[in-house]
Structures are given as structure tokens and as C-alpha cells.
């Protein structure tokens, strides 16, 4: 993030399943090769304050700045509309640690 370049590359074998993560991860290119993209929807302002409190204050302009720019990307490549399944961000995920069922709760 602090230097908006990538420092690394990740090799592995064929993963039986393979989880990408973050706005891109949905672009036509992998939505093509995709057994399921999904979308979850969150309120830009819980968003906000979500990555406020993992990444603290000091990237909070950039933040409002990447949200905007994450929009229009959106838009641009319906991501949304062109996903699988759409999960609910807002709510509050409870994990019932006696089964392996969970749900959302608000």
C-alpha cells in the first residue's frame, strides 16, 4: 500500500480451490476462467471505517481516494452484476463453533 507497487511474486502448485482477493479480482480476464465470483456488498462508509481500524489514520485520504476510484472501476467492469453470488458485508458474521453451519446477523 505505502509504495502502491507490488514487491513480490507468489508461486504455487494447481490448488485443488484458489481464493483472489480485492477489486480487481473479478476483471473479465479471471471472471472468464471463474467457477464462482462473488460479490460482497458493504456500505462505503463501514468500509471505510473497517479499513480505518486494521490500517489506522494514516492512510485514511488515501482511503477516500480509493474508494472513489474502486467506483468507477466497479461500474466500469460490472463486477457486480457480472458476479455468481452476492453475500451481505454489513452484517455481523456469528460462527457456531459446535457445528460448521454460520450466518449473518444484524
Do not use: H
Not at 480487481?24 to 479499513?51: F, H, M, N, T
Amino acid at each position: 500500500w505505502s509504495k502502491l507497487l507490488r514487491i513480490e511474486t507468489i508461486s504455487f502448485p494447481n490448488p485443488k480451490y484458489l481464493i483472489l482477493e480485492g477489486v480487481g479480482a473479478a476483471s473479465k480476464g479471471i471472471r472468464e476462467r471463474a467457477c464462482q465470483v462473488i460479490w460482497v456488498e458493504v456500505d462505503q462508509p463501514l468500509g471505510y471505517q473497517r479499513v480505518i481500524l486494521r490500517d489506522g489514520m494514516s492512510i485514511a485520504e488515501e482511503m477516500k481516494t480509493w474508494q472513489k476510484l474502486e467506483t468507477i472501476y466497479f461500474a466500469k467492469n460490472e463486477t457486480k452484476n457480472s458476479s455468481t453470488l452476492w453475500v451481505d458485508g454489513d452484517s455481523e458474521a456469528k460462527i457456531d463453533t459446535s457445528s460448521n453451519f454460520w450466518g449473518a446477523y444484524r
